[in-house]
């Protein structure tokens, strides 16, 4: 959420810096109401301020007198100003808190400029793109003439875009993910939380998610609870309305969810296999960091994400985001895209983003600092670690073997028994 001080004392700056997403910008009607909004605060301010001298009139007065009587008439007056005025006031910070909370981050100035993925900016590569003597077949292939996934009856169960893993696919999804917790614990210092998969529409919008993005959520409306589209929500909210006491900065967390959203932006794409699915799992980092900080916490959290990849000896490359392909809430972010070679192509496979204050300014999460009197707004970092289905995908792309095995990474083994082949 930006801050509306902000945003007034310099207007101008705000549309040209948000102008880079992309689409037309105008922030006449939020600059509007502030002014409507501060008037009223001054309205309200001079009423009381009346009331309070008309009661020192009436406790001077005669109460038999005709000048009590005139004060008595003011009194009523005034009161039904103010709660006119008082009334009118919340409609308009209503309107206008809305209004913001639909406008997105600005991008940082390190962001690229561009509209689109094709303007994305390669930052670096790591490993070499595996050397296949035989034509790879896409993972819903492999996997599925392995018997270990199984579309149909997902679909009879649950409808499209989910899957059913059995054997040894839904014990590599495990291992995946037991693989990955232990890394970002016991190396990279985060403290693993198990959080609810369930939050409320408030926690929604303490990430930025509500209100701008509610139809790509599942939301269960009889109970006022909403199916988490990433650990994030839950992860980020655990210090919502809350000031964090001075030196507890950095806070690091990492937290195993399974994911749910509607897609209700891509239908057509990734219809088949398991790209782009309405439930997946994911292992999410979170950082709290203090705002001198947060530029090269961004950086340390997409290595903490690289090391995954790296470990499990998979092909991909670091993408710096264009500001036309930024995410709402963040001022950066750095995308790390693996090799899939049934695709030719590389696919994102985590997404590390900075939002500054951003989401601390919506979910009131500050920090006590020595060199400040009043509690400063903390930044947020968060960024996948990794996407759990997708790094099964690349694994059954990568190790696939030309008699349909597929070849279990050395890191993995000792999480599925010492398995060495999937066949």
């Known amino acids: 959420m930006l801050d509306i001080r902000d945003i007034r004392r310099d207007p101008e700056g705000f549309v040209a810096r948000l102008a880079r997403r992309g689409g037309e910008v105008t922030l006449d009607q939020v600059l509007a109401l502030d ?51 008082a009334n009118s006031q919340k409609e308009v910070e209503e309107t206008l808190d809305n209004l913001i909370l639909c406008i997105p981050n600005t991008p940082d100035d390190k962001v690229p400029d561009g509209t689109d993925e094709s303007d994305n900016v390669i930052l670096r590569s790591h490993g070499e793109k595996p050397n296949l ?44 993910i037991s693989f990955m917790l232990d890394i970002h614990t016991t190396e990279h210092g985060y403290t693993e939380i198990l959080p609810p998969f369930l939050v409320s529409p408030h926690s929604m919008q303490g990430t930025g998610q509500f ?10 409306e009889r109970d006022n609870l909403v199916l988490i589209p990433t650990a994030e929500v839950p992860v980020t909210n655990i210090h919502r309305e809350e000031i964090l006491a001075e030196g507890s900065l950095p806070i690091k967390y990492t937290a195993y969810t399974p994911c749910f959203r509607r897609e209700a932006g891509a239908y057509g ?19 709290f960091v203090e705002p001198a900080h947060s530029d090269a916490t961004l950086e340390a959290l997409t290595g903490h994400a690289e090391h995954i990849l790296q470990r499990l000896g998979l092909h991909y490359r670091a993408v710096d985001l ?7 809430s963040a001022v950066r972010t750095l995308d790390l895209e693996v090799w899939l070679p049934s695709q030719a192509a590389y696919r994102e496979i985590s997404s590390c983003s900075n939002f500054r204050d951003f989401q601390a300014r919506r979910a009131g999460i500050k920090y006590r600092s020595p060199d ?37 990474p050395e890191a993995l083994k000792p999480y599925m028994g010492g398995l060495e082949t999937i066949n």
């Open 322 to 328: 264009c500001a036309g392909d930024l995410g709402f």
């Open 133 to 176: 003597d035989f034509e790879p077949r896409p993972h819903w292939e492999v996997a599925g003439d392995l018997g270990l996934l199984d579309f149909e009856a997902a679909a009879k169960i649950s409808g499209a875009r989910f899957a059913v893993y059995k054997g040894a696919l839904a014990r590599l999804e495990r291992a995946l």
């Open 35 to 85: 002014e409507e909004r501060r008037a009223l605060i001054l309205r309200g301010d001079n009423l009381r301020q009346a009331k309070a001298e008309t009661e020192r009139g009436m406790r001077a007065a005669d109460k038999s007198s005709d000048e009590f009587g005139v004060f008595r008439d003011q009194m009523r007056t005034v009161a039904a100003d103010i709660k006119s005025v």
């Open 372 to 408: 400040e009197k009043k509690p400063q707004l903390v930044h947020t970092l968060n960024g996948s670690g990794l996407a759990v289905g997708r790094t099964v995908v690349a694994i059954l792309e990568n190790y696939q073997q030309a008699d349909g095995s597929v070849r279990v």
């Open 211 to 220: 209100p701008k993005f509610k139809d790509d959520a599942f939301v269960l």
């Open 269 to 287: 794409r990734d219809t088949r296999g398991l790209i782009r699915q309405h439930q997946f799992q994911k292992v999410e980092l979170v950082q």
